[in-house]
Nanobody, 125 residues
Framework: QVQLVESGGGLVQAGDSLRLSCAASSRTFTRYAMGWFRQAPGREREFVAGISWTGILIYYVDSVKGRFTISRDNAKSTVYLQMNSLKPEDTAVYSC??????????????????WGQGTQVTVSS
């Protein structure tokens, strides 16, 4: 069983930056693909970014390419989402996900076994 704990959300202005962190409880984290989903009120859950267990393969949804960076530190069992040039449309609850067999770029939320509790990101205009 893997527990995921996110941190780093908050209220910022358009153009600002935030870094989300997701700490995993399991030592086997190093073999898990990781990712971030977000969900805004009234909208479907969206897969924002994913990273393979090696950290070599990375996926971004088109709307965040060039602004967001996903990375991981397996020694710290932590995955990060650096968000720059934030826009009001980035406002959502961001959730960290992990899975030992799911592909790093799988956008189906049902394919991800482990979820964090979510952290709110609010971007004002």
């Amino acid at each position: 069983q893997v527990q995921l704990v996110e941190s780093g959300g908050g209220l910022v202005q358009a153009g600002d930056s935030l870094r989300l962190s997701c700490a995993a409880s399991s030592r086997t984290f190093t073999r898990y693909a990781m990712g971030w989903f977000r969900q805004a009120p009234g909208r479907e859950r969206e897969f924002v970014a994913g990273i393979s267990w090696t950290g070599i393969l990375i996926y971004y949804v088109d709307s965040v390419k060039g602004r967001f960076t996903i990375s991981r530190d397996n020694a710290k069992s932590t995955v990060y989402l650096q968000m720059n040039s934030l826009k009001p449309e980035d406002t959502a609850v961001y959730s960290c996900v992990a899975d030992p067999t799911t592909d790093y770029d799988d956008q189906n939320p049902r394919k991800w076994s482990f979820w964090g509790q979510g952290t709110q990101v609010t971007v004002s205009s």
